[in-house]
C-alpha cells in the first residue's frame, strides 16, 4: 500500500509542497517537489519549458535572443512556479516563449548545487580532446562512461535533457536563424564544462545521449504526478 504525505497535494503534472522553492534549491530536493513519472528524472517545469520552447518557437528567429522588458511579468511567472501555480502562467509562456527560455537559465544559476558536481567536472572537461577521428570516438567512449556511470541519475538526466533540447532547436536552424555558439555563450557558465567540449556534446547529442532519443516525443502536458 502507498503511504501518502499529507504535506503534498497533487496538481497537475508535478507534486505539490508548501515547503521548498523551485528555484534556488538543490536539484534533489527540487526534484522531491517537482518530479515527475516518466523516464526521466528532471524537474517538470524545466520539460514544460523546453517543451513549450520546441512546440512554439523553434522557427522563431528571436528565441534565445530577445531581451525582456517586463520584468514584472517575469518575476510573476516565477513567483507561480515557487508557489505550484503553474497552470496559471501556461498561456503566458506560450505567448513569449522567451519566458521559458528565461525561467530555464534562473534555474540553472541559482542552483545551490552546480548541476555537473566538482568532483566530476574536471573529469569530463578532460575527457575531450579534438585531434582525429579515431581519437574523437574513444573520447567519446570517456564521456559517456564519465557522463553515465559517475553522475547521479538526476544530474545526468537534468543534462542530457538540456544537450538534446539545443541540438533539436539547430536542426531548424535554416528557419530560427540559431548558431551553436549561442548556446555555448548563455550555458556554459551555469555548466562549467569548456566551451570546445558543449559545442562537441550538442553536436554529438543523438550518438552521447541515446537513452534520451525519444524524449521529444513527451507531451508534457499529459505528465503525472510522482
Same mark, same amino acid.
Given at each position: ?121 574536471? #573529469? ?9 577521428? $579515431?581519437?574523437? =570516438?574513444? %573520447?567519446?567512449?570517456? /564521456?559517456? @562512461? ?41 550555458? #556554459? ?9 558543449? $559545442?562537441?556534446? =550538442?553536436? %554529438?547529442?543523438?550518438? /552521447?545521449? @541515446? ?16
Amino acid at each position: 500500500m502507498r503511504i501518502v504525505d499529507k504535506s503534498i497535494e497533487p496538481f497537475g503534472f508535478f507534486k505539490v509542497s508548501k515547503c521548498d522553492n523551485f528555484f534556488g534549491n538543490t536539484l534533489k530536493k527540487t526534484l522531491e517537489k517537482f518530479g515527475c513519472t516518466n523516464s526521466f528524472k528532471i524537474p517538470a517545469p524545466i520539460g514544460m519549458c523546453i517543451y513549450i520552447i520546441e512546440r512554439n518557437a523553434k522557427n522563431s528567429e528571436t528565441i534565445y535572443r530577445r531581451y525582456l522588458e517586463n520584468t514584472t511579468l517575469f518575476e510573476f511567472v516565477c513567483d507561480s512556479i515557487n508557489n505550484h501555480r503553474m497552470e496559471t502562467i501556461l498561456d503566458e509562456l506560450r505567448n513569449e516563449p522567451n519566458l521559458a527560455c528565461e525561467i530555464i537559465m534562473k534555474f540553472l544559476r541559482e542552483l545551490k548545487e552546480p548541476l555537473i558536481p566538482d568532483d566530476i567536472i574536471e #573529469q569530463i572537461n578532460s575527457a575531450h580532446v579534438e585531434i582525429s577521428d $579515431k581519437e574523437s =570516438i574513444r %573520447n567519446m567512449e570517456n /564521456l559517456e @562512461r564519465i557522463i553515465f556511470y559517475l553522475m547521479a541519475t538526476a544530474n545526468h538526466d537534468t543534462f542530457a535533457y538540456l544537450i538534446r533540447h539545443f541540438s533539436r532547436m539547430l536542426e531548424y536552424n535554416h528557419q530560427n536563424k540559431i548558431e551553436i555558439d549561442l548556446f555555448v555563450n548563455k550555458f #556554459q557558465p551555469y555548466l562549467r564544462i569548456k566551451k570546445s567540449l558543449l $559545442k562537441f556534446l =550538442i553536436n %554529438n547529442a543523438l550518438d /552521447l545521449f @541515446r537513452d534520451t532519443s525519444s524524449d521529444s516525443d513527451i507531451d508534457w502536458f499529459d505528465v503525472k504526478l510522482i
